[in-house]
């Protein structure tokens, strides 16, 4: 078993219910409500999936989870423990492994894919200096083990510039899994790819599940959180509107049901 396979396996023995848990969490901006009274939790070893229009209060909400913004009202809880707001920043979230990959990768474009891995946390020797054959070692072990990079003509001295966008999604969702987070938040990972380049995203996410993590799957794209999320959160004008587990609706009932939630939505705005 791999190191990285002995991080996710102690990550799924833990004990807690929920990942995270916001009660009655509310964000106004003067008298704008972004968020209303939102109750929205993630499992161990679930994929939660995102859903909502631009303006739907969805980064407001992963903002809040990540330590950029402190709420107007409500709670939140990290592995079942109430959380002090005036103590959370982002530096605590990472510090509660909380990691979030972006559509636009920092990844450094004509650094090799190892040196990427290590970014601001390399590993020293005892003199202090960079351990060069460690890190490599590590990242071929993420490569093969975490993100499954096997005969594609990728290797740790690859640099990033040489991958595609599938694959660069791949090498900073591994990154975060390396890295223990309890908890991966991902920025529609798919958007603007090929299909091809999709699968490839999407069986990375599956990874983040089978390694015992948990995953808040952002996406615009139907068919590409319905394929691998264990429960849709629908987010409307800053509330949650409906929680949809796997099964419980077909693709083609899930879209007719986000279509009607815009005509709706037009109506009132209209009225």
Known sequence: MSEVQLRGGAVADRTYEHVVRMADVSMHYGAVRALSEINFAVGRNEIVGLLGDNGAGKSTLIKILTGVQKPTAGDMYVRDEKIDWSG?????????????????????????????????????NRFGFIDVKKQKEIAQDILLNAIGFRGAGITVDSRVSDLSGG?????????????????????????ALAVKEVRKVLDFVRSIKESGRACIYIEHNLAHVYEVADRLVILDRGRVVA?????????????????????????????
């Open 243 to 271: 929680e949809i587990a796997r099964g419980e609706l077909s693709l083609a009932e899930l879209t007719q049901y986000l279509i009607d939630l815009h005509d709706k939505r037009d109506q009132h705005a209209d009225g």
């Open 167 to 191: 694959e660069r999604q791949g090498i900073s969702i591994g990154r975060a899994m390396y890295f223990d987070a309890d908890l991966i938040v991902l920025d529609e990972p798919t958007v």
């Open 88 to 124: 959370y920043s982002v530096r605590r979230a990472h510090e509660l492994r909380f990691e979030t990959v972006y559509q636009e990768s920092s990844l450094c474009e004509m650094q090799p894919l190892w040196r990427n891995f290590f970014v601001g946390r390399q590993i020293t």
